[in-house]
């Protein structure tokens, strides 16, 4: 499987609610980082998997969290959410960390 | 901390080349290089390694000054291809991982 997928694609939610997004990496893929765009910026660093342990994470609060699983895939949680939250979510893969990332073409999450 | 990109929005016509700059007020280890066109994910196009290692699009070229910590990305005889938002991530260590800059929006007219 080539590239990198994520899922959905577009999500609406409200304020309080508890989301998961879904991303699917390429095989062999061992380190996954996922970021948040917001409108016009740069992508933030919420945190870094490799081999299925946080091995980094960015100033993000502790209901940002996420899991990665040996079959590549990996997830990102985020509970109570707050209007800020809003914002397209990247997915990013490389085999070792420091590789250039495969991005996803990430989840645009509103909060409403 | 977040790396300062500049210029903030280049306009070129097709043919002009053009630099992007990177700075960083800490000691890096990499520099990375990605673009990114509207409503797309952003695309890698080049590592530039402390020491002096690169990795990436042959028909792209980019340099890093360690001493300043400072990178640039050269897009010579621009296409209309290459239109987009770059953004440089930086390191400060091999296991770290990225932190981007807020990007520069290249647009390049016919």
């Known amino acids: 499987e080539t590239g990198v997928t994520q899922s959905p694609t577009h999500l609406i939610k409200t304020r309080g609610q508890q989301v998961t997004l879904r991303c699917s990496s390429q095989?062999?893929?061992?380190?996954v980082s996922w970021y948040q765009q917001a409108l016009g910026q740069g992508p933030q660093f919420i945190f870094q998997?490799?081999?299925?342990?946080?091995?980094g994470r960015g100033n993000f609060p502790p209901r940002f969290s996420g899991l990665q699983f040996p079959n590549y895939s990996s997830e990102l949680n985020v509970n109570a959410l707050e209007l800020d939250d809003s914002a397209l979510y990247l997915c990013?893969?490389?085999?070792?960390?420091?590789?250039?990332?495969?991005f996803g073409s990430g989840t645009r999450l509103t909060v409403v | 901390q977040q790396p300062v990109q500049s210029p903030q929005a280049v306009i070129l016509r097709e043919g002009e080349d053009a630099v992007i700059n990177c700075s960083s007020s800490?000691?890096?280890?990499?520099v990375h290089w990605y673009r990114q066109k509207h409503g797309e994910a952003p695309v890698f196009l080049m590592i530039?390694?402390?020491?002096?290692e690169q990795k990436g699009h042959d028909k792209i070229s980019a340099s890093f000054n360690e001493k300043k910590q400072q990178s640039s990305l050269y897009l010579t005889a621009s296409q209309l291809s290459y239109s987009g938002t770059y953004f440089c991530?930086?390191?400060?260590?091999?296991?770290?991982?990225?932190?981007f800059g807020k990007g520069t929006s290249l647009l390049v007219t016919p």
């Open positions: 998997y490799y081999r299925e342990e946080e091995n």
């Open positions: 800490k000691a890096l280890y990499s």
């Open positions: 991530g930086t390191a400060t260590n091999s296991g770290y991982a990225l932190n």
């Open positions: 530039l390694l402390k020491g002096g």
């Open positions: 990013a893969s490389s085999p070792q960390v420091g590789d250039g990332y495969t």
């Open positions: 095989s062999g893929h061992n380190t």
